[in-house]
């Protein structure tokens, strides 16, 4: 009787596959990166450009907050799971092209100007959030197959760059036009 109770107990407490992802994606959205890693590994935050480090929670929060989860499918056997979700999120490749056309225009406005240069940070760091306010700026939904392995009993996403797209689509694709216009 003790060992059902027991194992009954366990079985209520142990996280599954949906719970990790939604977690997961509930804690980027908050900016608790502990409470984040929680669900995957530091390496995997690396991969959205973050850490447990890093201290511009509020920047975090603002390339989060839009992030929108859809489960669609779960399969699992005893050690891995397939999530199958829509993610949708602003389209980071319009902010950013957007944001790097609004510093041009500052420079060029600053050379004639007593603009000082945090004037111009301020302004750019006012106009890169009114970017994931605005209307103008798509969503993009993705679908994704998000992987987890059981580790210690707990369901722990395996964080690729599918899954990193899919939470941040267009940065990757905006880091490489970068990387290859200074190369």
Do not use: C, H
Not at 9 to 33: C, H, R, W
Not at 56 to 82: H, R, Y
Request: aromatic fraction near 6%.
């Amino acid at each position: 009787v003790i060992a059902v109770i027991i194992f009954g107990i366990i079985k209520l407490t142990a996280k599954n596959p949906t719970d990790s992802v939604t977690s997961f994606i509930e804690y980027l959205k908050s900016g608790d990166l502990n409470g984040a890693k929680e669900y995957t590994n530091e390496s995997s935050l690396e991969m959205l450009g973050i850490d447990s480090e890093t201290e511009d929670i509020e920047m975090v929060k603002l390339f989060f907050k839009n992030v929108n989860l859809n489960i669609v499918e779960v399969t699992k056997d005893s050690n891995q799971a397939i999530v199958k979700a829509e993610i949708t999120n602003r389209d980071l490749k319009t902010i950013m092209q957007n944001y790097m056309q609004k510093a041009l225009e500052l420079a060029m406005s600053s050379i004639n100007s007593s603009n000082t240069t945090e004037d111009m940070e301020s302004q750019l760091q006012e106009f890169f959030k009114s970017q994931f306010e605005s209307t103008q700026i798509e969503n993009v939904t993705t679908s994704v197959d998000i992987v987890l392995t059981k580790v210690d009993g707990d369901w722990k996403i395996v964080l690729d760059e599918n899954l990193r797209d899919a939470i941040l689509p267009g940065l990757t694709e905006i880091s490489n036009l970068y990387t290859t216009m200074a190369s």
